[in-house]
């Protein structure tokens, strides 16, 4: 190495050379009951001597303990193998305040006693700027976002943090849609930071642009989303016609998946808030009144888009198909003694499937009213669907009820 002098960071137990290179404290002459502080890693300026190539033992001499600039750390670079490292002998009044623990007895040879104790300067600063930081950086988690930044006074990286209530974890995998709802690829953050010695003791951060983030633009990206379901065929197989919430977005999300976590139920909620369903009060009562609690809600989609159903009745189960447009409901009756639950839904994917190829009307005039893949099909008509003067629930929840056996 043609350099003599140079940087070293001590993070832990590992005394890096470069940003890449570093040994641990075990292949150095400082003692096992010697310990660093852990809280940052922090640099010294050193100075070589001895060097030996050939088995890369290398003896350095501090001769900063706090250098007032580190920027030329990362420009380093290795020109030979350092393998282990013999510290000259150190002031104990510098090394000291580095320490979280020591035996003293151990550090006879490697001292030079010293009852001053010197620290580096105590004195509060306060720091104000502003930085612009890609959303795509941002960190998204509960209640915040967060990012690092580099900081000259105190040579390191500081996480910063904008607070926001409305945010979650899961957020983090949309940050593209947030990008696109602000117009903006990057965000400003105006930060003030106060620092005591080496230590951060106060952070506040606030940006505009991230305080625009709120439960009505989540709720927009749901909204997106629903309507991507209705828009978009989701089938990837000749037997697949039903789908929960997961499967549905993860057809529809190549990149995450149910990025919000939404239930059917979910989704029921958000089409009839938006008067996305003509019979609301029928998908509502079958989600919230009568659906096996065990068991999750099924989607239909293109073209058929609806929600199927399972319904405990005094004898039998039902399947109870509403789509969100028709004035029918579909049921499928069936023995769970002779049909484990299991099976039925296997069964009642490739029914659906056959009536999306053929349509409904063929398939009714096949099934109605008989046994057919050991499920008793029948039809309840909205009677009144439509009507001004005639709410078509009572009577629809009456004939479901008697259906329900």
């Not at 001292?111 to 300067?121: A, G, Q, R, W």
């Not at 080496?198 to 709120?214: E, G």
């Not at 998946?257 to 009839?272: F, H, K, S, Y």
């Not at 447009?325 to 029914?351: C, G, M």
Request: a neutral charge; aromatic letters at 12%.
């Amino acid at each position: 190495m043609a350099q003599r002098t140079r940087l070293i960071k001590v993070d832990g137990s590992s005394i890096f050379f470069t940003p890449d290179f570093y040994i641990e404290k075990q292949k150095t002459n400082l003692p096992d009951s010697l310990v660093f502080h852990r809280r940052h890693p922090f640099f010294w300026k050193v100075s070589m001597h001895n060097y030996d190539r050939t088995t890369g033992y290398l003896e350095l001499e501090v001769m900063d303990f706090y250098p007032s600039d580190s920027h030329g750390f990362g420009d380093q670079i290795m020109k030979a193998s350092v393998n282990n490292v013999c510290f000259r002998r150190l002031n104990w009044g510098y090394l000291e305040p580095f320490l979280s623990a020591y035996r003293k007895e151990d550090l006879h040879d490697l001292i030079v006693d010293s009852e001053e104790i010197h620290v580096p300067d105590q004195n509060e600063w306060n720091l104000e700027f502003s930085i612009k930081v890609y959303v795509k950086d941002l960190r998204i988690r509960l209640g915040y976002d967060s990012f690092e930044q580099y900081v000259d006074r105190l040579n390191e990286v500081v996480e910063i943090r904008v607070e926001n209530h409305h945010l979650l974890p899961e957020f983090d995998l949309i940050k593209s849609f947030f990008a696109r709802q602000l117009k903006r690829k990057t965000v400003l953050v105006d930060v003030e930071m106060t620092i005591k010695g080496t230590q951060v003791t106060k952070v506040k951060a606030r940006s505009k642009q991230i305080d625009r983030i709120n439960d009505a633009m989540v709720s927009s990206f749901k909204l997106a989303q629903i309507r991507d379901l209705r828009k978009k065929e989701l089938v990837h197989a000749i037997d697949k016609s039903l789908f929960t919430s997961d499967e549905a977005f993860d057809s529809l999300n190549e990149d995450g998946g149910n990025l919000l976590n939404l239930r059917v139920e979910d989704i029921i909620a958000t089409m009839a808030e938006h008067g996305m369903v003509r019979n609301r009060k029928q998908l509502e009562y079958l989600a919230g009144k009568k659906q096996l609690p065990e068991q999750e809600i099924r989607m239909t989609t293109q073209p058929l888009f609806g929600f199927v159903f399972l319904v405990r009745g005094e004898q039998m189960l039902h399947f109870c198909w509403e789509l969100i447009d028709s004035h029918a409901t579909y049921i499928w009756s069936f023995d769970q003694n002779a049909v484990p639950v299991i099976d039925a839904w296997k069964r009642l994917e490739l029914i659906i499937q056959d009536v999306r190829l053929h349509g409904r009307d063929t398939y009714k005039r096949s099934a109605l009213g008989g046994i057919k893949d050991d499920f008793l099909f029948q039809v309840i008509i909205h009677k009144y669907a439509g009507s001004k003067t005639k709410d078509p629930f009572p009577m629809w929840r009456q004939r479901l009820e008697e259906v329900l056996v």
